[in-house]
């Protein structure tokens, strides 16, 4: 078992166009380092700034919940897990 | 270029003009690689703002479930300028992730969301890669039957 990123068109050149990743972690700031280890430079598409912060106009989702309501970076994630992530649609 | 119904075409303006004056907002999903909008798909404003729009981030996880069951992707963006031209602010262009997709812009400044207005309504796509804004020709067809052959 892993857990599993749903990768979104605009970063799948950090994973050789693929759709989904595997890594692993206790919480999701592991996870993204994971994963970013075996797909550098996808994590500072995803997080910015010290301490780190998810970006505003990206959003992640653990099993279709938004991490922003339940403790972002430190949201607990474990096997079986489904990472989403997703550009916002915005502009103005 | 951007090929489009005439029926969906007709949507998004309707659309633009109803949410007047906040920004209007949506996608157009259509077959994975087809470069077809074909299926119009309203969304609401999060921000509900007439400088500012973002699709609220569980209707946008939905949406994007949703396209990728059907094997679907989002052929065009659009959203309403309600007070200046239909082109890409800076912020739209900062913001665009979607490589693939048609930017489409739609203004109802000047009047144009008026009921008792009747003339043309700009409606302008764009390409916006990178941060870098490309518009296209709009090819307005009755329906993608006519187009047939012409890819």
Redesign the interface.
């Known amino acids: 078992m892993a857990i599993e990123l749903r990768v979104?068109?605009?970063l799948r050149t950090y994973t050789g166009g693929e759709k989904a990743v595997n890594g692993d972690g206790a919480t999701l700031a592991e996870f993204i380092d994971n994963v970013n280890g075996a797909h550098p430079g996808l994590k500072e598409r995803i997080v910015e700034g010290e301490p780190e912060e998810l970006r505003r106009?990206v959003?992640v989702?653990v099993n279709?919940e938004?991490v922003?309501f339940t403790g972002g970076l430190k949201t607990g994630v474990k096997d079986g897990d489904v990472v989403?992530v997703?550009?916002?649609?915005?502009?103005? | 270029m951007l090929i489009i119904e005439k029926p969906t075409y007709d949507a998004i303006v309707e659309h633009a003009r109803r949410d007047h004056p906040d920004e209007a907002c949506g996608v157009v999903a259509g077959p994975a690689g087809s470069d077809r909008a074909v299926r119009l798909v309203p969304m609401l404003n999060a921000a509900m703002s007439p400088t500012f729009y973002e699709f609220d981030s569980g209707d946008l996880l939905r949406l994007y479930k949703e396209m990728d069951e059907r094997d679907e992707e989002p052929v065009v963006i659009y959203h309403s300028h309600t007070a200046t031209e239909a082109y890409p602010s800076r912020t739209d262009i900062t913001l665009a992730q979607e490589p693939g997709a048609h930017y489409v812009l739609v203004s109802t400044r000047d009047g144009a969301d008026s009921p008792a207005y009747d003339g043309p309504v700009e409606f302008r796509s764009y390409r916006i890669i990178d941060g870098e804004v490309v518009e296209e020709e709009v090819r307005v067809v009755g329906s993608y039957e006519e187009t047939k052959g012409d890819n």
Do not use: E, K, S
């Open positions: 979104p068109t605009i106009f959003n989702y279709d938004d922003r989403v997703l550009p916002a649609v915005a502009g103005g």
